[in-house]
């Protein structure tokens, strides 16, 4: 069990980190005290064109000058500094998160239709998989992932999230279940755009691991979670899916559903199963996923775990408990549960 | 002596001191308890004996009513997941809509829920001698309804959507009890276990006073429910998973 809870304004209107804390606070009973977290887009508008690097650092000594040399070696750092954080009688702090504004050279990535991404991307997996007491847990332009061990509420006082004003929030609280709770195993999970949030597990983690990790990814984290924003990123980046799309690869149609589909749709689905058969998910699920253009939200094909919408008008909400969603906007007009499946999108209206 | 209501505004407020603000009530006589601004507060009600009534004006958090046996409890509002989780008698009465796994596990009493249900509604209902829960939703429900179902009714009237019901799953692993669903089903929507066999006049006539007190509840003309078509769904047998583990 987990506590997940997501929010757009698709006017890219920008709400302060208050609110959302008062959300996930009120789903305490969904975790357990050992992960909690945050993830904003827009908050480093002074920063537009670099890649915010946070780190979770054991010291400042051997991990950071690795992992400044590998930065230099691969770009500029445009500016770096301490995450601000604010002692909490709950939380044991047990890394130094830093954030680095990182800007690649473009010029040192060949066969890509995206080399900065994909230097970024090479970079996190370098540095996540070789550099001891040094885990990039957030790599994306203009957006910023704050997450730790403890109750959603310390987490979000660590940080002071109420400082930072973002377009879109998700929000996670775990209750963790088959893997330790440790700072890098709390959610949202991130690479470049993608931030993931996730309650339940999935089963089919050996599979996807195997998949991304063909692809040029490196799962290091411990858990589950992280394979999804893998996942996300070779679909959608790199494969060039649209969201619903690689909802439908991850957690596709029933094949007799398939088998009624009209023709062409089915032939469709068919195709899509058997390309993306090592992408299926399984197990119970409920996911929001957000890049810079919107957030995505849905479940495994049997509705293992809950998941609400509510809409008031530019704001589309996601969350485990309707309550939450009421806590964050009193005034919400709509309110509804999602068929298992499909695909729930808030997008940015230019 | 009559006692006064007991109002209690539940804004910001942890479930607990919630919860122990009702019971002290409850075991000091008060008969009847109104709570302002509920908002996600989990485990209302929670085994709460005797006849006392709880207006709940807000949406309550989940497992409203777990293991209530007596009460009833009235809520404005939507619920969350398992309202009636277990519950032994009493009534939930929901003009709203509720979550996932309402009446998860019922073993007595009644929940209505004017609105839809989410997925697994009745999923382990249960019956033994004269205690026979009953689930009765106004409009819709999703997949899964009756899940593992061993007694108890669950009753779907579909207000507003036609079928009453589209999600897969209906009764799979039912091995008890009944799920009666206005007009007709669609026999691919049926679990595992589980065979739809004709709703008679006299299976309308042992409803009715059901399908009355829901109406009543919530203010519906219950004749319109009276003169239509239901489907009827039941274990395919007594022992639909006998040969599953062991072999013959």
Redesign the interface.
């Known amino acids: 069990m987990c506590g997940i809870i997501g929010v757009i304004d698709r006017t890219m209107a920008r709400m302060d980190g208050s609110s959302i804390k008062k959300a996930l606070g ?2 305490d ?1 969904r975790g357990s005290g050992e992960g909690a977290g945050y993830v904003a887009y827009g908050i480093y508008p002074d920063y537009p064109d670099c890649y915010a690097i946070h780190v979770f650092f054991d010291n400042l000594l051997e991990p950071k000058s690795d992992v400044d040399k590998i930065l230099q070696k691969w770009g500029r750092i445009v500016h770096q500094e301490e995450i601000p954080t604010y002692e909490q009688p709950g939380l044991k702090k047990e890394h130094i998160p830093w954030r680095y504004f990182f800007k690649p050279y473009t010029d040192l990535m060949v066969g890509t239709t995206n080399p900065d991404d994909d230097n970024v991307k090479r970079l996190v997996m370098t540095i996540n998989s070789n550099v001891e007491g040094a885990l990039v847990f957030s790599s994306g332009i203009n957006l910023g992932v704050f997450k730790a061990s403890g109750w959603p509420e310390d987490v979000a006082n660590f940080y002071r999230i109420e400082d930072y004003k973002g377009y879109i929030w998700l929000a996670h609280n775990r209750y963790p279940t088959n893997t330790a709770g440790w700072w890098g195993g709390a959610h949202p999970f991130n690479l470049l755009d993608w931030s993931v949030v996730h309650n339940g597990e999935i089963t089919s983690y050996g599979t996807n691991r195997r998949y991304v990790e063909s692809n040029g990814y490196k799962c290091t984290m411990s858990t589950d979670t992280e394979v999804v924003a893998y996942l996300f990123d070779f679909l959608g980046r790199r494969h060039g899916l649209p969201s619903d799309m690689i909802v439908e690869a991850l957690a596709p149609p029933f094949w ?1 559903e398939i088998d009624e589909m009209p023709e062409k749709q089915e032939e469709f689905m068919r195709t899509l199963r058997l390309t993306y058969g090592p992408a299926l998910m399984n197990g119970p699920f409920a996911i929001v996923v957000a890049t810079k253009d919107g957030i995505v939200g849905f479940t495994d094909r ?2 293992l775990r ?1 998941l ?1 919408v509510g809409e008031n008008g530019a704001r589309l909400y996601i969350s485990s ?4 969603i ?2 964050m906007d009193p005034e919400v007009e709509k ?1 509804y ?1 999602p ?2 499946g499909e695909p729930v999108i808030g997008s940015v209206v230019e | 002596m009559e006692v006064e209501p007991l109002v209690i505004d539940a804004k910001g407020m942890h479930y607990t001191p919630l919860n122990k603000m009702i019971r002290a009530a409850v075991a000091s006589g008060v008969k009847e308890i109104v709570l302002n601004n509920v908002l996600g507060q989990r485990f209302i009600g929670n085994g709460l004996r005797g006849d006392a009534k709880i207006i709940i004006n807000g949406v309550p958090g989940g497992d409203l009513g777990m293991f209530m046996s007596g009460p009833e409890c009235e809520i404005f509002g939507d619920a969350e997941h398992a309202p009636g989780n277990t519950m032994d008698k009493g009534s939930l009465i929901i003009h709203g809509s509720a979550g996932d796994a309402v009446a998860h596990s019922m073993r007595g009493g009644k929940v209505f829920v004017e609105g839809n249900i989410g997925y697994r509604g009745g999923i382990h209902m249960k019956e033994y001698e004269d205690k026979r829960p009953i689930l009765a939703v106004g409009g819709t429900s999703h997949a899964f309804l009756g899940e593992y179902m061993a007694g108890g009714l669950i009753l779907v009237l579909g207000i507003g959507h036609e079928p009453a019901v589209r999600d897969r799953g209906i009764g799979s692993g039912i091995h008890g009890g009944e799920i009666v669903i206005r007009g007709d089903v669609n026999d691919k929507l049926l679990g595992v276990g589980a065979t739809k066999v004709l709703f008679t006049e006299d299976d309308l006539e042992r409803l009715a006073p059901v399908i009355e007190e829901f109406c009543e509840r919530f203010d519906l003309d219950s004749s319109s429910f009276l003169d239509t078509n239901y489907s009827r769904i039941i274990p395919s047998s007594s022992r639909p998973f006998a040969g599953k583990y062991t072999w013959d």
Do not use: F, H, S, T
């Not at chain 1, 408990?321 to 939450?324: G, P, S, T, V």
């Open positions: 009120l789903m009973e007799d049997i509705k809950p609400v408990e309707e309550a939450a009421r806590v309110i549960m068929r298992a």
